[in-house]
T-cell receptor, first 112, second 113 residues
């Protein structure tokens, strides 16, 4: 299974954009890039996913490098409720399972 | 609508005892997953069900761990002869199919004394 590398922690100020990086240099052509986040004392929550093209939804944007060896999750205006651990995960759709392999993620702190 | 629910929310047991953890997936979701999360770590995959059958149990740590999903809906994770190292948050997730986004429950915090 291909691995991802993320910074252990990041800080942001409320109302400002946040760019969370993820490196996945061993990504294969069939790997989708997923982002989940986990708020304190809760289960992980799906944020966004993509394969090759940049993606936008109501929560965030996902920017994928042209060579797909890295990606960035963009929160356009951070709020205090966005303070969480953010996980970048590679998964293969169409494989035997859809299991998620989590790393340790990036702990995002949002200052008022 | 109702999300994934897990019961109990907390379970304290003694070393050597047997425990059962229950997961109620979102209605209509055919895929169900169990994960385990130790303090300070990301969740770790345990087992995946597609319908009633365990399609991938490669993450179960040993034969003390077993899970069932007899009617393709509710699932029970069973741990025999619990050890202190089994203490963790056990998370359940479900998805519409194996190609779909996973929705997680709040977890069951298991403490083995």
């Amino acid at each position: 299974d291909a691995k991802t590398t993320q910074p252990n922690s990041m800080e942001s100020n409320e109302e400002e954009p946040v760019h969370l990086p993820c490196n996945h240099s061993t990504i294969s052509g069939t790997d989708y890039i997923h982002w989940y986040r986990q708020l304190p004392s809760q289960g992980p929550e799906y944020v966004i996913h993509g394969l090759t093209s940049n993606v936008n939804n109501r929560m965030a944007s996902l920017a994928i490098a042209e060579d797909r060896k890295s990606s960035t999750l963009i929160l356009h205006r951070a709020t205090l409720r966005d303070a969480a651990v953010y996980y970048c995960i590679l998964t293969v759709y169409g494989g035997a399972t859809n299991k998620l392999i989590f790393g340790t993620g990036t702990l995002l702190a949002v200052q008022p | 609508g109702a999300g994934v629910s897990q019961t109990p929310s907390n379970k304290v047991t003694e070393k050597g005892k047997y425990v059962e953890l229950r997961c109620d997936p979102i209605s209509g979701h055919t895929a169900l997953y169990w994960y385990r999360q130790s303090l300070g770590q990301g969740p770790e995959f345990l087992i995946y069900f597609q319908g009633t059958g365990a399609a991938d149990d490669s993450g179960l740590p040993n034969d003390r761990f077993f899970a069932v999903r007899p009617e393709g809906s509710v699932s029970t994770l069973k741990i025999q002869r619990t050890e202190r190292g089994d203490s963790a948050v056990y998370l359940c997730a479900s998805s519409l199919g194996r190609r779909s986004v996973q929705f997680f429950g709040p977890g069951t915090r298991l403490t083995v004394l």
